[in-house]
């Protein structure tokens, strides 16, 4: 009995040894695979069928897609399954939150610390306090772009605004009678060139007509001023009404006729009106205070003040500065984010920033940004996770008792199709459209295992058949033995008779 449980444990090692291989199986939605693939020198080398070779060499069904996962950097060891795989259906069961981090890096060493709102990070500049992750409206660098500039205001105590985007081609109102501009010029001495009197307030009017995608507009307001829109109406500027004082706009309403399939109409349109979809529009402000940003080269900018016909010295801003005046006896804190000659704005809601408080002040930190305080870099990253997804897989070219076979594969799931096991736990950016799943190849299939637990169950049945007979036969033959020997009783030397004489003998 020992020999044979030794002699069935070193074969069940040698199996497992020559025939185990795990890896990982790529199969595209609509496609098939036949190919597990692991990195080379992880494994055992025996019943591989390529060793130590790129991805691109791999005779895989669908090499774009397996090259695209695998990278062509490294070298893998493959082998096939005895049939192939179909990925037939994928479904999505639900999208983990994206995961934020805030890295630290000190003295050459990065560490990672979970975004948690009043989470607090000690550093030797001091402790920075996680106040809240927030959408970041900004600007990115492109040559296709325009120069643009990005700023935030602080309204005495309430909080920092979004970031607005100003360009050159428009004046932006946060609020009544409070404007910001932005200018861009070729040099830093034609931008402190002084800024004349009619540029020092802003009183701007104008009107325009809503056509199909688009907005036709008139800086022009004389009577007579119109346009032909594309389904073939016609609007003309009839009247214009002024305003009385400085407390109103300077044009307080317009009157336009409307002609449409020889139908005439007379609208009349008031200033500053807000509707979702207007059919004409007029914008008139006269606004007391006016700040206007002078730039000539990335990343910082000539801030000017202007409140009716006084104005302020420049003041030079770089990203990150912040420039404080008086609006309506209200103090207003302007900060300038970004200063750019070529820009694109971000005014996506997916792009988010990491609000921290630090020793220094205030930061926004944008995804993927990194800014230096005295010692330490921070940056703050936003990974976002793949989906939990259930891949329905078909079994092709299989033998006969696994031809078409389906299965169902749910995330941390295991299925065994004959000798291999797969299993749903490998996590990749496309999970919805490529399964990426551990494939692991075992000593043997279940049928193999039943048949060595037969043949070791048949060969102790068959050791203790043959011990035992042997050993009940032995004890019967002593047995009979014992019973049919008999003992001839020896009488003591002083009981025998005396021997005859040898008269008597003759």
Known sequence: ?????????????????????????????????????RPAGEGRAFATAHRNMPAEVIGFDNPRVAVRVLGTRDQFDATPLPWRLK???????????????LEVIHSGSTTSVPVTAGETVSLPEGAVVMKAVEPWHGLIRDGRGSPMAALSLKFSDEPWTPVIIVDTAAIVRPRALFALAFRWFPNEGAA???????ERTSATSRWGVSDVGRIHWFDSLLPGTGVTTTDGTTYTLLTVTRGADDSEPPINAITVERERNSETTHLTVGANQSEADPEIILESFRDKDLVRLHAWRDGAALAMFFQNDDHAAPEMLREGDVFTFEVAEETVALRLEQVMSAALPVLDEDVKALRLQTPQGELRLREGQSMQLDE?????????????????????????????????????????IGQWRFTHDVTHPDTERIAVVRAERGAGTPAQYVGALLFIVGALGLILFRFGDRQTTSHEHASRIMKEDTWTVVPPEDDLPPPPAENDQE
């Open 1 to 37: 009995m020992i020999y044979i449980g030794a002699l069935v444990f070193v074969t069940g090692l040698v199996l497992r040894h020559v025939q185990s291989f795990e890896g990982v199986m790529i199969v595209e939605q609509g496609r098939t695979e036949q190919w597990v693939t």
């Open 87 to 101: 990925l037939a259906e994928v479904e999505v069961l639900g999208q983990p939150p994206d995961t934020e981090t």
């Open 192 to 198: 402190r060139e002084p800024v004349a009197e009619n």
């Open 376 to 416: 330490s870099r921070l940056r703050f990253r936003r990974l976002p996770q793949p989906p939990e997804t259930r891949y329905t897989f078909e079994v092709l070219d299989a033998a006969p008792e696994t031809s078409r076979q389906n299965f169902v594969l749910g995330p941390q799931e295991t299925r065994r």
